[in-house]
């Protein structure tokens, strides 16, 4: 199925931010790409960060890296696990690379001295990040998240572009507005008011909401889709109604039967004459929601309070689960409870042990206990980035004797730095964008635990790191097995 000119699609959200509007814009995509179309989503991220490179995963949950080697929103994994679908750079912008970009056209001269203001600047800057991927001819649809909720004085210019691509475009345009109706439970009623000012505040922006989506606790009824409608100017099949499901992967199912895909395609002039594909998905969504058996996986982390620092790794253990017609129990163990316990009460009934992804010292040798404790006793384990190194570093330790082997980001003095900067990291100092990032190839060794799991001995996976296993040592790490 091809269109002749791109379509836009944009999710915004009300009311509170976490609604899921991720989901739905990923959710959306799949049924659209399971109608023949080609589809991509980015996310416009209204802080002026460059990129979430910098941010504290407390602060901002995990860092999503894209092959091209950009840091990205949490956001781009979802995206990429529904459709499939690698993004890129192109996918999420911040408003930060939006006034870098144009202060940097401004020094240049770019404006022939023209005062630079937020409109028309910054909003043609914002038009042309959202444009950059249907100008390529290769998707038909692209749908636009746009980060926070509506009000925020930080996402007015968002929605400020918004309008202007809506008048420019006019049908080539679709505007979801995801909203709360909160359950009262001392009245027995949900309560469409915050909806409601919410639509009012995007209408006082100059955008007219085409489709709302309403997250609740309890069904809607045809009343109060009724109310909404009238009071929001929305059709009543253009009032949606989101339930809380147990898998996000139901999601797009519930989507499709509440007719979000077909009211969509009405309101761009799609062709309406395709038919909807969704087999794979639903026989996906009932190995994860029927597995025949449970695995308990330990993983290893220095930020397990905030389960979205790993948001990647859980979604892959569900999706492998669901491959092996399992259902992963992951066990969130903080690294610093192994310095100070029992390794054995707190491991020992574990089937699999993960150590996850960080920077710092801190948990570090909490870490260090868990791959210990996963070689010696024979535990399948998988060690990520900061986890590989403190493999590399137990096994310098406790089998090649080396007892003060370290990395150098922990000890810079350690004399003997098994894991090292990596030699072209020595002369930067910024911190933003600067480690190795994105696909990386690699040639595994023959008859390694490595090719035989990949099935090849040339591969590529994504990277984020500054540091590196120190070549110095490997003739001793191989000797010793």
């Given at each position: 199925?091809?269109?002749?000119?791109?379509?836009?699609?944009?999710?915004?959200?009300?009311?509170?931010?976490?609604?899921?509007?991720?989901?739905?814009?990923?959710?959306?995509?799949?049924?659209?790409?399971?109608?023949?179309?080609?589809?991509?989503?980015?996310?416009?991220?209204?802080?002026?960060?460059i990129d979430p490179g910098t941010l504290n995963p407390y602060e901002h949950g995990e860092c999503y890296v894209t092959d091209d080697g950009a840091e990205t929103d949490l956001d781009l994994g979802h995206y990429e696990r529904f459709l499939n679908c690698p993004t890129s750079q192109a996918n999420n912008v911040t408003t930060?690379?939006?006034?870098?970009?144009?202060?940097n056209k401004e020094r240049k001269g770019d404006f022939l001295g023209k005062t630079v203001q937020i409109i028309p600047h910054i909003s043609d800057e914002i038009k042309r990040s959202i444009k950059i991927l249907g100008s390529k001819g290769k998707y038909d649809i692209v749908i636009t998240e746009i980060g926070g909720t509506v009000g925020d004085i930080e996402s007015l210019p968002y929605i400020e572009?918004?309008?202007?691509?809506?008048?420019?475009m006019g049908d080539r345009v679709c505007v979801i507005?995801?909203?709360?109706?909160?359950?009262?439970?001392?009245?027995?009623?949900?309560?469409?008011?915050?909806?409601?000012?919410?639509?009012?505040m995007l209408l006082e922006e100059g955008?007219?909401?085409?489709?709302?989506?309403?997250?609740?606790?309890?069904?809607?009824?045809?009343?109060?889709?009724?109310?909404?409608?009238?009071?929001?100017?929305?059709?009543?099949?253009?009032?949606?109604?989101?339930?809380?499901?147990d898998t996000i992967y139901e999601v797009p199912l519930m989507m499709h039967r509440e007719g979000l895909d077909s009211i969509v395609i009405e309101k761009l002039k799609l062709p309406s004459d395709t038919t909807i594909d969704l087999e794979p998905w639903k026989e996906f969504v009932r190995s994860v929601k029927n597995p025949k058996q449970t695995v308990k996986i330990g993983l290893i982390g220095k930020y397990v309070e905030l389960h979205d620092a790993y948001k990647s790794i859980s979604e892959a253990f569900i999706q492998a689960g669901a491959v092996n017609q399992c259902k992963v129990d992951v066990q969130w163990i903080h690294?610093?409870?192994?310095?100070?316990?029992?390794?054995?009460?707190?491991?020992?009934?574990?089937?699999?042990?993960?150590?996850?992804?960080?920077?710092?010292?801190?948990?570090?040798?909490?870490?260090?206990?868990?791959?210990?404790?996963?070689?010696?006793?024979?535990?399948?384990?998988?060690?990520?980035?900061?986890?590989?190194?403190?493999?590399?570093?137990?096994?310098?330790?406790?089998?090649?004797?080396?007892?003060?082997?370290n990395s150098t980001e922990m000890d810079t003095n350690t004399k003997d730095p098994v894991i090292d900067l990596m030699a072209?990291?020595?002369?930067?100092?910024?911190?933003?964008?600067?480690?190795?990032?994105?696909?990386?190839?690699?040639?595994?060794?023959?008859?390694?635990?490595?090719?035989?799991?990949?099935?090849?001995?040339?591969?590529?996976?994504?990277?984020?790191?500054?540091?590196?296993?120190?070549?110095?040592?490997?003739?001793?790490?191989?000797?010793?097995?």
């Open positions: 199925m091809t269109v002749k000119q791109t379509k836009y699609i944009f999710v915004t959200g009300g009311v509170t931010s976490s609604l899921g509007k991720g989901i739905i814009a990923s959710s959306l995509a799949k049924l659209l790409q399971a109608r023949g179309f080609s589809v991509t989503i980015q996310k416009l991220d209204p802080y002026i960060n930060g690379r939006i006034y870098q970009s144009v202060i572009s918004v309008r202007q691509l809506k008048w420019e507005h995801l909203t709360l109706v909160p359950y009262l439970s001392a009245t027995g009623e949900l309560k469409t008011k915050p909806t409601q000012h919410s639509v009012k955008v007219q909401p085409d489709i709302l989506i309403l997250r609740t606790e309890k069904p809607l009824n045809l009343e109060i889709r009724k109310k909404v409608a009238l009071f929001c100017n929305v059709a009543e099949r253009g009032v949606i109604e989101s339930r809380d499901v690294s610093e409870t192994l310095e100070t316990g029992d390794a054995a009460k707190i491991l020992g009934e574990l089937k699999g042990i993960l150590v996850a992804p960080g920077f710092g010292h801190r948990g570090i040798e909490g870490k260090i206990i868990a791959c210990q404790y996963a070689r010696e006793h024979n535990i399948p384990f998988l060690g990520i980035c900061l986890g590989m190194q403190c493999a590399v570093i137990e096994f310098a330790r406790n089998v090649l004797g080396l007892k003060t082997a072209d990291q020595k002369e930067i100092t910024d911190k933003g964008g600067t480690m190795r990032l994105g696909a990386y190839s690699c040639t595994v060794v023959k008859g390694s635990l490595a090719s035989k799991i990949y099935h090849t001995l040339n591969l590529s996976e994504r990277h984020r790191h500054r540091y590196e296993f120190n070549n110095a040592y490997m003739d001793q790490f191989k000797a010793a097995g």
